[in-house]
């Protein structure tokens, strides 16, 4: 089965000393206003000994939004919308240094990912859309599926119990109405199993790497 990889990304906004002669507007050193950072980016809130602390939002120069609470220049809690080093794109709630609560991860090769994170980590209730069309919804624990679980495939729907990402046991219901119910390994059909056709036949068996060796 694909995985989807575990995010992890820290945001410091850290400010020079010198923010008097950035200001443009109001108070930067210890009240409300507007100052323009060395990157280009602006900060409109609280200040206090010149530094962001309080409630406040600041726009990178590169598109990035951050809204919530800053302490001495560093951003501790709010929503954001960021870029991260890789090239993925979060957008959410953050806290704690980290994406942390309800938000979207959009991965640079198409890929998204909505839901709970915790950590920098899909860690919830959540889902992941791959880029050809194909997702999955259910329970994550370390960036992966793990407990039970929805995989939406073009070839039909699976309903099981995951680990790492991997169906361990549950139900593949085919486009054409069959159905297999039973065990399964790295993805396929393993251990015992039950084949249901469209019409009503059923094969009962122990599967190995998707295939029927022992008919029950």
Known sequence: MRYCLAFLVAVFLLFPPTLRAQCL???????RGTFRSPDGGTYTGQFRNELPHGRGNYVSQNGGYYEGEFQFGE???????FVTKNGDR?????????????????????????????????EGDGSYSFQDGTYSQGRFSGGKLNGPGVFF??????????KDND??????KFKDGAEYVGGFKNGKFDGHGTITLPDGTQMEGEFKEGTLVEKK
């Open 167 to 172: 169906p361990v046991r549950g139900k593949f």
């Open 153 to 162: 495939l073009k070839e039909g729907t699976l309903d099981a119990e995951f």
């Open 75 to 81: 951003f501790i809690s709010g929503t954001a919308r």
């Open 90 to 122: 979060y957008e959410g709630e953050y806290s704690n240094g980290n994406m942390n609560g309800k938000g979207i991860l959009y991965v640079k090769n198409g890929d998204v990912y909505r839901g709970d994170f915790k950590n920098g980590s899909p």
């Open 25 to 31: 507007e109001g108070d930067c050193s210890d009240g």
